[in-house]
């Protein structure tokens, strides 16, 4: 059985479409991840609309069955849906989850008020039923997902996904930069291991694959603190504590252009190499798709 | 109060760019997607992509023939879908390397640099 993950919005913030942003894409937070029988979405950015388009050109005769995974409903995590053409289908069913209370749900459909959008969430033809985690697990098709909180403002949520032995994470939208055990230590000096706390590092624990947030580079960061994202060089040493195997860069800046995200893939993957470390690190990039299930 | 239907003039219909092609406008040239294959047996080599599926592989079946050990004998496939090409992985045995990432397939680029055992590829959009 495969486990395949597929890129279909790797842009922080806002869409960021044209011509210096064609090869990573422009189109926000959005990310497919399935095996021959279930199809797990993580976010609805806009890369949602795409992925909608992709999954009604073959639609199964019994109709889409879909798990929408949220990490937090801030607009490039959640603008896409009202885009998303299985959503408007009498036979889709997606199954719409969030914590016990259930805010992204209500979020979700709330952007669909009519002052925003000309469809009422209500209206919408497809069966979306909203679930929650228990004790933040939930069995979803035949994967296991775990949600873990992140520091991130108004929170967000980490996915850990289990699939026959292996793992992908998806952690977007998390400031690990507020969490280091020594919060000075990289501006005193930034080549050495910036270390995070056990319960940071353990959802990430020998992840095949981790999707992290890494929007600024060690220079940007000052001008950011607080802004709710981290530096990259952090997320490669929490990779490394972590003992993940690949390592995909996300959440691009708005303002970073396909050469800045190559200049950053590359520091990224030196400082690994410098620490040690066997770690694959690469630049989430729209339309790669991955198998994690072959190696 | 008038009940006289108003009528328009086309003389008096402003003139706007909406009904008008800008003077000098040409539909652009177009030019195919490319392969230029740059290592391994057959290069170099120049290939227009023009179908709308092609298989690369070693064996007889494939479009795009490769002579190569290295090469599985359906080692992968491209689509073209929206005029973009996707390059998908068929199960081969050495597999599908994009810009040195091992991918099972991939929306292509231009100047991306696609490897299939000792054999690499870089890929030129058209227009």
Same mark, same amino acid.
């Given at each position: 059985?495969?486990?395949?993950?597929?890129?279909?919005?790797?842009?922080?913030?806002?869409?960021?479409?044209?011509? $210096?942003?064609?090869?990573?894409?422009?189109?926000?937070?959005?990310?497919?991840?399935?095996?021959?029988?279930?199809?797990?979405?993580?976010?609805?950015?806009?890369?949602?609309?795409?992925?909608?388009?992709?999954?009604?050109?073959?639609?199964?005769?019994?109709?889409?069955?879909?798990?929408?995974?949220?990490?937090?409903?801030?607009?490039?995590?959640? +603008?896409?849906?009202?885009?998303?053409?299985?959503?408007?289908?009498?036979?889709?069913?997606?199954?719409?989850?969030?914590?016990?209370?259930?805010? /992204?749900?209500?979020?979700?459909?709330? %952007?669909?008020?009519?002052?925003?959008?000309?469809?009422?969430?209500?209206?919408?033809?497809?069966?979306?039923? @909203?679930?929650?985690?228990?004790?933040?697990?939930?069995?979803?098709?035949?994967?296991?997902?775990?949600?873990?909180?992140?520091?991130?403002?108004?929170?967000?949520?980490?996915?850990?996904?289990?699939?026959?032995?292996?793992?992908?994470?998806?952690?977007?939208?998390?400031?690990?930069?507020?969490?280091?055990?020594? @919060?000075?230590? @990289?501006?005193?000096?930034? $080549?050495?291991?910036?270390?995070?706390?056990?319960?940071?590092?353990?959802?990430?624990?020998?992840?095949?694959?981790?999707?992290?947030?890494? +929007?600024?580079?060690?220079?940007?960061? @000052?001008?950011?603190?607080?802004?709710?994202?981290?530096?990259?060089?952090?997320?490669?040493?929490?990779?490394?504590?972590?003992?993940?195997? +690949?390592?995909?860069?996300?959440?691009?800046?708005?303002?970073?252009?396909? $050469?800045?995200?190559?200049?950053?893939?590359?520091?990224?993957?030196?400082?690994?190499?410098?620490?040690?470390?066997?770690?694959?690190?690469?630049?989430? $990039?729209?339309?790669?798709?991955?198998?994690?299930?072959?190696? | 109060?008038?009940?006289?239907?108003?009528?328009?003039?086309?003389?008096?219909?402003?003139?706007?760019?909406? /009904?008008?092609?800008?003077?000098?406008?040409?539909?652009?040239?177009?030019?195919?997607? %490319?392969?230029?294959?740059?290592?391994?047996?057959?290069?170099?080599?120049?290939?227009?992509?023009?179908?709308?599926?092609?298989?690369?592989?070693?064996?007889?079946?494939?479009?795009?023939?490769?002579?190569?050990?290295?090469?599985?004998?359906?080692?992968?496939?491209? %689509?073209?879908?929206?005029?973009?090409?996707?390059?998908?992985?068929?199960?081969?045995? /050495?597999?599908?390397?994009?810009?040195?990432?091992?991918?099972?397939?991939?929306?292509?680029?231009?100047?991306?640099?696609? +490897?299939?055992?000792?054999?690499?590829?870089?890929?030129?959009?058209?227009?």
């Amino acid at each position: 059985m495969g486990f395949f993950v597929r890129f279909w919005g790797v842009r922080g913030s806002i869409p960021t479409p044209g011509p $210096r942003t064609r090869r990573y894409g422009g189109n926000t937070s959005c990310y497919e991840l399935r095996s021959d029988t279930t199809v797990l979405i993580f976010d609805a950015g806009t890369g949602l609309r795409e992925l909608g388009i992709s999954l009604l050109r073959n639609p199964p005769r019994a109709g889409l069955e879909l798990h929408l995974f949220l990490s937090h409903p801030h607009w490039d995590h959640i +603008q896409g849906f009202p885009f998303f053409g299985p959503a408007y289908l009498p036979t889709t069913t997606i199954h719409v989850y969030g914590s016990e209370k259930n805010e /992204n749900y209500q979020l979700l459909s709330g %952007q669909m008020s009519n002052a925003y959008f000309p469809v009422a969430f209500k209206d919408l033809s497809a069966r979306i039923v @909203p679930r929650a985690f228990k004790n933040d697990v939930v069995q979803a098709g035949d994967f296991v997902v775990r949600r873990f909180d992140q520091k991130h403002p108004g929170g967000s949520a980490g996915f850990r996904v289990e699939h026959e032995g292996r793992a992908v994470v998806y952690a977007t939208d998390s400031e690990l930069d507020q969490l280091l055990t020594d @919060p000075e230590g @990289p501006s005193r000096n930034p $080549r050495t291991l910036r270390r995070l706390p056990a319960a940071v590092v353990a959802p990430m624990k020998n992840a095949d694959l981790l999707i992290a947030d890494a +929007q600024y580079t060690d220079e940007e960061y @000052p001008k950011r603190i607080g802004w709710g994202h981290a530096r990259s060089n952090t997320v490669v040493d929490l990779a490394i504590q972590a003992g993940v195997r +690949q390592l995909a860069l996300t959440h691009h800046d708005p303002m970073h252009s396909d $050469r800045d995200v190559d200049a950053m893939v590359l520091t990224a993957s030196e400082r690994a190499r410098s620490i040690g470390a066997e770690l694959e690190v690469f630049g989430a $990039r729209e339309g790669v798709t991955l198998r994690v299930d072959r190696e | 109060m008038s009940t006289r239907t108003p009528t328009i003039d086309e003389d008096d219909v402003p003139q706007t760019m909406m /009904n008008r092609l800008p003077a000098g406008f040409k539909p652009r040239p177009r030019r195919a997607h %490319q392969l230029e294959q740059t290592a391994g047996p057959g290069s170099p080599s120049r290939h227009e992509l023009s179908a709308d599926m092609l298989v690369i592989g070693r064996g007889s079946a494939a479009d795009l023939r490769i002579e190569s050990d290295d090469v599985s004998r359906t080692h992968a496939q491209l %689509q073209r879908v929206d005029d973009e090409y996707t390059i998908e992985d068929l199960d081969s045995r /050495n597999g599908v390397f994009l810009n040195g990432l091992r991918v099972h397939a991939a929306v292509l680029r231009d100047g991306d640099q696609l +490897q299939l055992g000792d054999v690499v590829f870089t890929y030129t959009e058209g227009t």
